[in-house]
Nanobody, 130 residues
Framework: QLQLVESGGGLVQPGGSLRLSCAASGATLGSYATAWFRQAPGKEREVVSCISSEGRSINYADSVKGRFTISRDNAKNTMYLQMNSLKPEDTANYYC???????????????????????WGQGTQVSVSS
């Protein structure tokens, strides 16, 4: 059973940077589509960024393009989210998630062709404030 544990959240000033980590155990993370989601108080959960299970499809939410970078280190069985130029509106609880892709799903990490994200971490809080 795949288990996910996030770390790296914290309080940072606007314009600052953080790197979130998602450490996996129990299975090989590279076999899954993986994603970072976030949820702010009073708002719906949204996908921030994702990588397909075959590794070549990477997507970002428009709000973070050019500022955030997702990566996956299969040797360490860990996924990362490098967040630069942070804004107050990036404040949220950030979750990593994984889903098993079958057939054509291995090429997608978002949209109708993406696999269901069945495995979730407990979340890590990111707060951006001066």
């Amino acid at each position: 059973q795949l288990q996910l544990v996030e770390s790296g959240g914290g309080l940072v000033q606007p314009g600052g940077s953080l790197r979130l980590s998602c450490a996996a155990s129990g299975a090989t993370l590279g076999s899954y589509a993986t994603a970072w989601f976030r949820q702010a108080p009073g708002k719906e959960r949204e996908v921030v960024s994702c990588i397909s299970s075959e590794g070549r499809s990477i997507n970002y939410a428009d709000s973070v393009k050019g500022r955030f970078t997702i990566s996956r280190d299969n040797a360490k069985n860990t996924m990362y989210l490098q967040m630069n130029s942070l804004k107050p509106e990036d404040t949220a609880n950030y979750y990593c998630a994984a889903g098993v892709g079958e057939g054509i799903q291995i090429y997608y990490c978002s949209g109708p062709m993406a696999p269901d994200y069945d495995y979730w971490g407990q979340g890590t809080q990111v707060s951006v404030s001066s």
